[in-house]
Nanobody
Framework: QVQLVESGGGLVQAGGSLRLSCAAS????????MGWYRQAPGKQRELVAS???????NYADSVKARFTISRDNAKKTVYLQMNSLEPEDTAVYYC?????????WGQGTQVTVSS
């Protein structure tokens, strides 16, 4: 069973930065498409950013130019660098892996941005 463990969430003031990490295990990491999703209270889970095995990236319009997704295949880890954070970015952030036609989720990490 693929395991995903997120870290790096927390409380930050508007305009600040955070970096989320997601470590994967029991997976051939180089074959996975990795992504970050978020879910705010009362809202549906939404894609924030994704990165393919070829390092092609995709971002939600709301985070373009502020967030950067990257991956380290040797460490089996995907990162989300979040800059210029806004209160609207407050949510639980989930790591996602697409591997061999299956989807896996991490447990989530809370990001809270105060105004």
């Amino acid at each position: 069973q693929v395991q995903l463990v997120e870290s790096g969430g927390g409380l930050v003031q508007a305009g600040g930065s955070l970096r989320l990490s997601c470590a994967a295990s029991r997976v051939i990491f180089g074959l996975t498409t990795m992504g970050w999703y978020r879910q705010a209270p009362g809202k549906q889970r939404e894609l924030v950013a994704s990165i393919t095995s070829a390092a092609n990236t995709n971002y939600a319009d709301s985070v373009k130019a502020r967030f950067t997704i990257s991956r380290d295949n040797a460490k089996k880890t995907v990162y989300l660098q979040m800059n210029s954070l806004e209160p609207e970015d407050t949510a639980v952030y989930y790591c996602n892996a697409q591997y061999l036609s299956s989807t896996y989720w991490g447990q989530g990490t809370q990001v809270t941005v105060s105004s």
